[in-house]
């Protein structure tokens, strides 16, 4: 209380120096508190520029946007809604408001207030965050109606993709009409587009998480026929051959990815050391495994590789 008393005082001062407002007085102490991250403070004058007789209302949002950095949500959102009652097409407070409401997991009403932006703004941040809550609210008419827009609109080129990554981030079990929606967006752009790259790689990776791995291989073929080198693609088509047990192509394109970058991914590693294990070569898989363990640390399955790794030189002990 203290402190709230001495910068008074200060408020006082500055505004009889400056001849400022009341309002705008306690309103610019509440901006110089806030870049100062004195958000609670920041909050008390923001209260007591509202409270003047001349104060206005825009100072709703600096309120509700100091509340969100401490985490008090659901004051954030009741000055939001004050603010909107004044400033109805807001980007900024619609937005902030909409992401509360998705924390809060109200996907039905953060869905309205991203549509309001998306209505504005056909952004890739707005065409995701409305993806988002038709997936969680499970509203497949509204997402189908959403596609179609896209793809009959100038922001296509730059959403639609983005559009089937979201939809397919919601996939889960038993849901596969979202794998569904996404690779028929995925199928278009590369209709569109036969150098679509991300577009054929995507495709490949939704029909490997649907167990088609005929369709996985012919559509990582298509990505390679683009980009040769990519390391994704070769990876990719490694563990299509993989599944499909498929054990010469398998290393084949695994150790082109190898070659292409071991230096910054652990997972070649392991894809390609758990391959030479499946085919007996258990001498290759050991080096591996403890290459990966040395040069990454961090690897967040270093301790169940290393497990691994104990059985197998058991194993080869006992062989012996």
């Not at 402190?3 to 200060?10: N, P, T, Y």
């Not at 192509?249 to 150790?255: I, K, Q, T």
């Not at 997972?267 to 030479?276: D, G, T």
Request: aromatic content about 16%; overall charge neutral; hydrophobic content about 35%.
């Amino acid at each position: 209380m203290e402190s709230l008393l001495l910068e008074k005082i200060k408020v006082k001062i500055k505004q009889i120096r400056e001849k400022m407002s009341t309002f705008d007085a306690y309103f610019t102490k509440g901006l110089e508190l806030y870049e100062e991250k004195k958000y609670r403070l920041a909050i008390e004058f923001y209260k007591i520029a509202l409270s003047q007789r001349n104060a206005q209302e825009f100072a709703n949002y600096n309120l509700a946007l100091a509340y969100q950095q401490i985490n008090e949500e659901d004051e954030a959102l009741k000055y939001y809604e004050k603010f909107l009652e004044y400033y109805p097409k807001d980007k900024s407070a619609l937005y902030n408001a909409a992401l509360i409401y998705f924390n809060k997991e109200d996907y039905k009403t953060a869905s309205k207030y991203f549509f309001k932006c998306f209505q504005q703004e056909q952004s890739k941040d707005n065409v995701i965050a409305l993806t988002k809550c038709y997936v969680k609210n499970e509203d497949y008419t509204k997402l189908s109606d959403l596609v179609d827009y896209i793809f009959n609109s100038t922001c296509k080129n730059d959403c639609a993709f983005d559009l089937a990554k979201a939809i397919e981030e919601g996939y889960a079990i038993k849901k596969h009409e979202l794998l569904d929606f996404a690779l028929d967006i995925y199928i278009k752009l590369l209709n569109e587009n036969n150098k679509h790259f991300d577009a054929a790689l995507s495709i490949s990776l939704v029909y490997a998480k649907k167990g088609n791995w005929k369709k996985a291989i012919e559509y990582c073929e298509k990505a390679l026929e683009i980009d040769p080198k990519s390391y994704e693609a070769n990876n990719q088509m490694g563990l299509t051959y993989y599944c499909s047990e498929e054990m010469d192509s398998c290393l084949y394109y695994y150790e082109k990815a190898f070659k292409i970058n071991s230096k910054t991914d652990y997972r070649i590693y392991s894809n390609l050391a758990y391959a030479y294990e499946k085919v007996g070569k258990i001498n290759k898989a050991i080096e591996l495994f403890k290459e990966l363990i040395t040069k990454f640390p961090n690897c967040p399955t270093k301790d169940t590789i290393k497990e691994h790794t104990k059985i197998l030189l058991q194993q080869q002990k006992e062989q012996v």
